[in-house]
């Protein structure tokens, strides 16, 4: 069955430096998500993107944050200057279709750890 | 605006016992619900949806849901409980609209008892 890949697993970053997180959605689907899940915390929606641009965004997706689809397979998360309360679970997800009935498909997640 | 609560943080069980986790949902709109599982060191697995057909939806691995709007529940359950089920379980909801993203609930952790 079809999986979406994350990469790395685990990425250890100082605090201020730069970090891209890259995931590989499903080959046939056109929605990308991005979540986040701080230790003991709920699983948060940061951003989903469709057509190489943003659909809907969260609060905490602010001005550090940005994504990308650079080619016809990845899809990156880039924090631009990380903070210690960047530290989570970070999941990608894709989906075939929009609609909200449309199950998405997640990866195993990044472990982001800053210091 | 949707939300999920999830009663109990940690949920034990005995092997061949059933089963329940509890989910409560709030949606402005109709809603569509969801059971993920998560194993140790692993993403989040779709165990199975409600999307407003039948209101009892079976899922992956035995599980079940049941879609009680009177409620506003949709508790997941298994007759027989096994090893293998202990894991990470979230309940997630969405809007029946559009493209909007999923709202998950804080999860609970169950744990099989040989």
């Known amino acids: 069955e079809p999986e979406v890949t994350q990469t790395p697993s685990h990425q250890v970053t100082q605090m201020g430096q730069e970090v891209i997180l890259r995931c590989v959605p499903i080959?046939?689907?056109?929605?990308f998500y991005w979540y986040r899940q701080i230790l003991g915390q709920k699983v948060e929606f940061l951003v989903s993107?469709?057509?190489?641009?943003?659909?809907?965004k969260s609060e905490i997706f602010d001005d550090q944050f940005s994504v990308e689809r650079p080619d016809g397979s990845n899809f990156t998360l880039k924090i631009r200057s990380t903070k210690l309360e960047d530290s989570a679970m970070y999941f990608c997800?894709?989906?075939?279709?929009?609609?909200?009935?449309?199950?998405?498909?997640f990866g195993d997640g990044t472990r982001l750890s800053i210091l | 605006a949707q939300s999920v609560t999830q009663l109990g943080s940690h949920v034990s069980v005995s092997e061949g016992a059933l089963v329940l986790l509890r989910c409560n949902y709030s949606?402005?709109?109709?809603?569509?619900l969801f059971w993920y599982v998560q194993y140790p060191n692993q993403g989040l697995q779709l165990l199975l949806k409600y999307t407003s057909a039948a209101t009892l939806v079976k899922g992956i691995n035995g599980f079940e849901a049941e879609f009680k709007k009177s409620e506003t529940s949709f508790h997941l359950t298994k007759p027989s409980a096994h090893m293998s089920d202990a894991a990470e379980y979230f309940c997630?909801?969405?809007?029946?609209?559009?493209?909007?993203?999923?709202?998950f609930g804080k999860g609970t952790r169950l744990s099989v008892i040989a």
């Open positions: 949606s402005s709109v109709p809603p569509y």
């Open positions: 997800a894709s989906s075939q279709q929009g609609n909200s009935n449309q199950p998405q498909h």
């Open positions: 080959s046939n689907h056109l929605y």
């Open positions: 997630a909801v969405r809007g029946a609209s559009g493209n909007t993203p999923l709202v």
């Open positions: 993107f469709y057509n190489n641009e943003i659909s809907e």
